[in-house]
């Protein structure tokens, strides 16, 4: 993947002319159709004008899926998914992201009226993007997912987004990315001074209808003035 060639990307406008733009990112071996048939569930006001923005991750070999090649913003090296982690994959996938960020600069969207949002790894590069974003957002939503290179946020992170919204949600009954391993992410960014909502469901690795009617108040609550 090379910084100036932009992901692809899904997009829906609710309405004209938007205003907002909520950037989502997908999970592993899905792709940017994955979350768009959420938008409409979200019932938001008709004078809320949002772009949603569902990128494809590049096509690439998964170690823990045998060497399998599909969509993924990482490589994932094993199942405890933080013993051993692809820094370099992860920073690549930064870059893209911010390179989508800056096309909705470019597009007429500042960064404050964006969120970053993402689910699984789509999460883990949310959280690790918007740590180190230079520019505020108008807030994070990661869903059922973990901070990655953990013991760097601290470091690495940017004081922009230190009083940025975030929206952490995950299943109780979680078998992929375990509650246990979502709770020290949380507990991570909490000890570093941020302001996470913290919501959790009786569900495994997915997304429950409870959770959208949260989601839907969480982007209302950060995007209307």
Known sequence: MTTHTLLECVEHNTGPNPTHCVLWLHGL????HDFAPIVPELRLPPSLSVRFVFPHATIQPVTI??????????????????????????????????????RENARGIPTERIVLAGFSQGCAMTLHTGLRLPSKLAGLMGLSGYLPLIDM????????????????AHGTHDPVVTLERAEASRAKLAALGYAVQWHTYPMQHSVCAEEIHDISRFLQSVMID
């Open 29 to 32: 071996g899905a792709d940017g």
């Open 65 to 102: 899926n045998g060497g399998m090649a599909m969509r993924s913003w990482y490589d994932i090296l094993t199942p405890n998914l933080v013993k051993r982690e692809d820094e370099q994959g992860i920073r690549t996938s930064e870059r893209a992201i911010q390179a989508l960020i800056a």
């Open 153 to 168: 946020a601290k470091s690495e992170r940017q004081p922009a987004n230190s009083d940025t919204p975030i929206f952490l």
